[in-house]
């Protein structure tokens, strides 16, 4: 068994301010939406995986597993997305035991807004400041990471 080893002093202090821009970026990013487009960051997640989504619609459960989401709180968050006219459930399958949701026209359009929005917030709050080697470096690491906790093809 490997020996486990604590942090050097520099290494908390790097991964403490690794955390806090985590937390600062997420925060200004959220903020943006909420205060440029009206809806919030579960809205945005919802909106855009229906954009993407062949027809702009899905199941609910496929929704609760493309946003990695307990069916309960996808289930909540429809209700509330629905009442707003961004979404509609239709019912499919035998007995229309599957529902379905896709975005109305309202939805669309929140959806489309908010992605231009939210990518000039990106670029703002993230790209603007990096360098072309700063930007390589850290898609490297985010690979290299992404490829060591979740491997692709089963090789776990």
């Known amino acids: 068994m490997a020996e486990t080893r604590t942090l050097e002093p520099d290494e908390w202090e790097l991964w ?5 821009a985590q937390r600062l970026l997420t925060r200004e990013l959220d903020r943006g939406l909420q205060r440029d487009s009206g809806i919030s960051k579960a809205e945005f997640s919802v909106l855009v ?16 597993e493309s ?23 239709t019912e499919s399958g035998s007995g229309g035991r599957r529902t379905r949701i896709g975005l109305t026209a309202k939805g ?10 939210h990518a000039g917030n990106i670029r ?29 093809d089963g090789a776990a």
């Open 67 to 89: 946003l990695d989401w307990e069916k309960s709180r996808v289930s909540h968050q429809l209700t509330r997305m629905e009442n707003r006219g961004f979404v509609e459930r």
């Open 49 to 64: 995986t229906l954009w993407q989504a062949p027809g702009r619609e899905m199941r609910v459960g496929e929704l609760s």
């Open 16 to 20: 403490d301010t690794w955390m806090r």
């Open 124 to 152: 703002h709050h993230f790209f603007d400041s990096l360098t072309p080697e700063q930007a390589a470096a850290i898609r490297a690491w985010s690979e290299q990471t992404i490829d060591r906790i979740e491997p692709r």
């Open 108 to 117: 669309r359009h929140a959806a489309q807004s908010a992605v231009l929005v």
